[in-house]
């Protein structure tokens, strides 16, 4: 696998995540479990943006000084489009954790944690994901157009409304669950397990948590090799991805109170996939700049959130009242 990255490099990223990691949990234990506020959000989304852009600086900082001007920009726009797409595949997530949380009633000041363990897992997964990609790619070109139609069939999906996202709570994993583990009926504070009568058992929250990390996954299959059409180079890929999920927290709690405003997001991440698929196939016919991709992904997700505010989804009539008549006693 060619990558850009030297021995000292995979270290400045790890210490990076653990440093900027433990920050994190550090300031959301002294607060202990709360609701978070759009301020707070936002300034949590804010803050990560910024340490990924200043991570991708120092990346093309290290690379311009090795002497490779134009590798140094080629690698940073690189990861700079990926960490886009990234993110914008990653309101999805945003949506059906908004719905894990609704249909399991996950108290307010319990969501942050069940995010913080949901992102750590997904950082594991995703990092073994990028892994097996890579290697099979260096070993097999021909997936790239595997993974080209695959992306390019679910775009289109999503846009005839074909790919719906996936309701965990419903799915062979929670049955599975439910059938094999001892549960309770009750959260208990920020528990994952409580004893009872000499026996162990767990609650909402342990299933809530599993079930976001198995979410965030499933959406991998689809974002990881959207980013492979950006780049092969692994440490390029893993770093993107990491800085995306990393802010995935923080974004939820801004954008939950506005998912419904933003109802043709959607198409545009639909779009995304189909553009992307689309520059996979195209790989030997004609290689799409990198700044180029950047500014179509750019402009589709852009511009369904600001066709989602300029065209509000017509309001949802109350039902009618007084059309039955009551049951009988």
Do not use: C
């Not at 991998?220 to 999920?245: H, K, M, R, Y």
């Not at 801004?254 to 196939?281: C, E, T």
């Not at 179509?296 to 509000?312: E, Y």
């Amino acid at each position: 696998m060619s990558t850009v990255a030297t021995p000292l490099l995979w270290i400045a990223f790890v210490v990076f995540l653990v440093v900027a990691l433990a920050v994190d949990l550090f300031v959301m234990n002294r607060k202990g479990a709360h609701r978070v506020g759009m301020k707070e959000a936002a300034l949590w989304s804010l803050v990560w943006v910024a340490l990924a852009l200043l991570f991708n600086l120092g990346l093309w900082w290290w690379l311009h000084s090795q002497g490779d001007a134009a590798q140094a920009a080629d690698v940073a726009l690189e990861f700079l489009t990926g960490y886009v797409i990234e993110k914008a595949l990653a309101v999805d997530n945003i949506f059906v954790f908004l719905m894990l949380f609704n249909r399991f009633g996950v108290p307010a000041e319990q969501q942050q944690r069940v995010l913080v363990y949901g992102v750590l897992m997904a950082i594991v997964l995703r990092a073994i994901m990028i892994f097996i990609g890579a290697a099979l790619i260096a070993r097999f070109h021909w997936i790239l157009y595997v993974f080209g139609v695959f992306l390019l069939v679910t775009g289109l999906r999503m846009l005839r409304q074909e790919e719906h996202s996936p309701d965990p709570s419903k799915s062979r994993l929670m049955v599975w669950l439910q059938e094999r583990l001892p549960l309770t009926g009750y959260y208990h504070g920020g528990a994952l397990r409580v004893l009872e009568n000499g026996k162990w058992l767990y609650t909402p929250l342990f299933v809530v948590i599993v079930l976001v990390g198995i979410t965030d996954l499933i959406f991998a299959v689809d974002s990881i090799p959207a980013i492979f059409a950006i780049t092969l180079d692994p440490f390029v890929v893993l770093t993107s991805n990491v800085f995306a999920v990393l802010g995935l927290r923080a974004l939820y709690f801004l954008l939950a109170g506005m998912a419904d405003r933003f109802h043709l997001l959607n198409y545009g991440l639909a779009l995304v996939l189909v553009f992307i698929g689309s520059k996979m196939l195209l790989l030997e016919v004609y290689k799409i700049p990198i700044g180029i991709a950047l500014g179509v992904v750019a402009l589709l997700i852009g511009g369904a959130m600001a066709l989602s505010l300029l065209r509000p989804p017509p309001p949802v009539l109350p039902h009618a009242q007084g059309t039955r008549k009551p049951p009988a006693h």
